[in-house]
Every structure is written in structure tokens, then in C-alpha cells.
């Protein structure tokens, strides 16, 4: 079946605008994780949904991030009032429940804030 | 909180030649996931290679094997054959084999390693 998506695959912004970053798991994956890559920080994880509940926040960088997913499938990270050091490449994962190790990877979001 | 380290940022070898690519982490659980990914120019991150900290066998796949050393909390892996396509980043990242509901249940990656095939 169809691998984990993610769109736009690129986004340039201006400083101070709103992003909206989407995520498409695979079919009947009920764990999904965002990470964001960056040259200075490598790879973070940000957060996690079992279904569509995020258990734990903590790992998102600032108050100006949010992300949620309905129907246990596709998730949104938002990022409001972008800066420059929002730039990076914004990866989803998902896998098939909480318990399963393996996780599928995106192509990811080329997120540059000008 | 654990970490992951890799300490080559880049490695050169020759087609067909073999590399090994090193890893250690830091954890103080018992129970966890290794693993080694790979990420081409093109962002896909792709599963090389997965390890179950209790399986004391080294794991397997095809040309990519790894010398997993628990007690030095080391992770290596082994690419025998060497090809032009596996020219990538190459990734080792660690997984809690317990769900915390927090920050555990993400991956934690190393720096990465880049490695180049020469012709």
C-alpha cells in the first residue's frame, strides 16, 4: 500500500506567518510522530498520537506550535508566527500501534521562513 | 534521558570494499530498540536495519549486519559489498521498549554519518 505522505513537500514563508504542515500515515496506523530536522539541532522528535490523542506536548519548542489529528489519520503541525529558526525539514512517522518499534518515515516538509 | 552518539561525520569507501559505521548510547533501561536508518538526497528516511536489545543475536540483512555489543552500548553496522546507492546519511536512533505516553515514545537520533561510495 501507499507509504506515509506529506505535503507541501516544500513552503517558504515570511516571517510572521502562519504554517500549516499535513501528514498522511499508512492505512491503519494508529501511531504517528512528528520530528523536525534541522542543521544546528539534527533530529528532534516533537510529538505523538496514539489514535488521535497526544499523550505528551513537552517536546514541542515553543507555545507557538501545535499539531492535532482527527479521525486517527491525518495530522496537521501547525506553526504560528513563523521565525527564522523555524527552518527546517518538518518529518512524519507512523507506525502501526504504540507498542510496534518500527517506524515509516515521510519524505518530509521543507519549511524555509524568510 | 538517553543519547545516541556517532562519532564519524563522514565515511569514504570504495565500491565493493566494506564499512562499518559506529554508534553508541547512553541508557539506563534494559529494554529498548536500535536501529540504523538511512536518508538519501531525496529525505526518504528508510529503515536499514532493526535490533531488539534482549536478542542477543546480531541482526541481518542482506549486505547490512550489525555488532550489537550490549554491555559497551554499542551499535554498529556493517555494509558488506559496498554499492553507488548506498551513498546517504545513515542514521542510529534508539527507541524505549516501554510506552511511556511522553517524550520515550519518539525515536532519539545520533548526528548521523555521512557516507560517500567511491567508484
Known amino acids: 500500500g501507499a507509504g506515509v505522505s506529506q505535503s507541501p513537500s516544500n513552503k517558504v514563508t515570511e516571517k510572521g506567518k502562519d504554517v500549516e504542515l499535513r501528514c498522511d500515515p499508512i492505512?491503519?496506523?494508529?501511531?504517528l510522530y512528528w520530528y523536525r530536522q534541522s542543521l544546528g539541532q539534527g533530529l528532534e522528535f516533537l510529538i505523538y498520537?496514539?489514535?488521535?490523542?497526544?499523550?505528551?506536548k513537552s517536546g514541542l519548542p515553543s507555545d507557538r506550535f501545535s499539531a492535532e489529528r482527527t479521525g486517527g489519520s491525518v495530522s496537521t503541525l501547525t506553526i504560528q508566527r513563523t521565525q527564522q529558526e523555524d527552518s527546517a525539514v518538518y518529518l512524519c512517522?507512523?507506525?502501526?500501534?504504540?507498542?510496534?518499534?518500527?517506524?515509516?518515515f515521510g519524505p518530509g516538509t521543507r519549511l524555509t521562513v524568510l | 534521558a538517553q543519547t545516541v552518539t556517532q562519532s564519524q561525520p563522514e565515511m569514504s569507501v570504495q565500491e565493493a570494499e566494506t564499512v562499518t559505521l559506529s554508534c553508541t548510547y547512553d541508557?539506563?533501561?534494559?529494554?529498548?530498540?536500535l536501529f540504523w536508518y538511512k536518508q538519501p538526497p531525496s529525505r526518504q528516511m528508510i529503515l536499514v536495519i532493526r535490533?531488539?536489545?534482549?536478542?542477543?543475536q546480531n541482526a541481518t540483512e542482506n549486505r547490512f549486519s550489525v555488532n550489537f555489543q550490549k554491555a559497551a552500548k554499542s551499535f554498529s553496522l556493517k555494509i558488506s559489498d559496498s554499492q553507488l546507492g548506498d551513498a546517504a546519511m545513515y542514521f542510529c536512533?534508539?527507541?524505549?521498549?516501554?510506552?511511556?505516553?511522553?517524550?520515550?515514545?519518539?525515536?532519539?537520533f545520533g548526528k548521523g554519518t555521512h557516507l560517500i561510495i567511491q567508484p
Open positions: 512517522a507512523s507506525s502501526l500501534d504504540r507498542n510496534t518499534d518500527t517506524q515509516y
Open positions: 492505512s491503519g496506523h494508529t501511531a
Open positions: 498520537f496514539q489514535g488521535n490523542s497526544a499523550p505528551d
Open positions: 541508557t539506563s533501561e534494559s529494554d529498548y530498540y
Open positions: 535490533q531488539e536489545a534482549y536478542k542477543q
Open positions: 536512533a534508539y527507541r524505549s521498549a516501554w510506552y511511556s505516553g511522553g517524550g520515550a515514545d519518539g525515536l532519539t
